[in-house]
């Protein structure tokens, strides 16, 4: 069982930064990949960006150039550090563990972009 906990959102005026955690129960070594979706009201859940166990990245034309996804081993948490933002990119961001065939989901956390 893997437990993913989302934290770091909140409002924000268009052009600033945020930057969002997702903290895993146990070893992050044992997801992969861990991704960052986000869902806007009335819209389909979409892939943001993506992170491998080895380090390897993709991401959405959406994110690219503006949102840099990382990771710390050691401290089991992804992050997705969002710059230049535009109120475009107000949603819910979810972070996802993939682990043996089994997905595992996020609470949420709510970023607004607004001015």
């Known amino acids: 069982q893997v437990q993913l906990v989302e934290s770091g959102g909140g409002l924000v005026q268009p052009g600033g930064s945020l930057r969002l955690s997702c903290a895993a129960s146990g070893s992050l070594l044992s997801i992969d990949p861990m991704d960052w979706y986000r869902q806007a009201p009335g819209k389909q859940r979409k892939l943001v960006a993506s992170?491998?166990?080895?380090?390897?990245?993709y991401y959405a034309d959406s994110a690219k150039g503006r949102f840099t996804i990382s990771r710390d081993n050691a401290k089991n948490t992804v992050y997705l550090q969002m710059n230049s933002l535009k109120p475009e990119d107000t949603a819910v961001y979810y972070c996802r563990g993939y682990v043996e065939a089994v997905n595992y989901w996020g609470q949420g956390t709510q970023v607004t972009v607004s001015s």
């Open positions: 992170i491998s166990r080895g380090g390897y990245t």
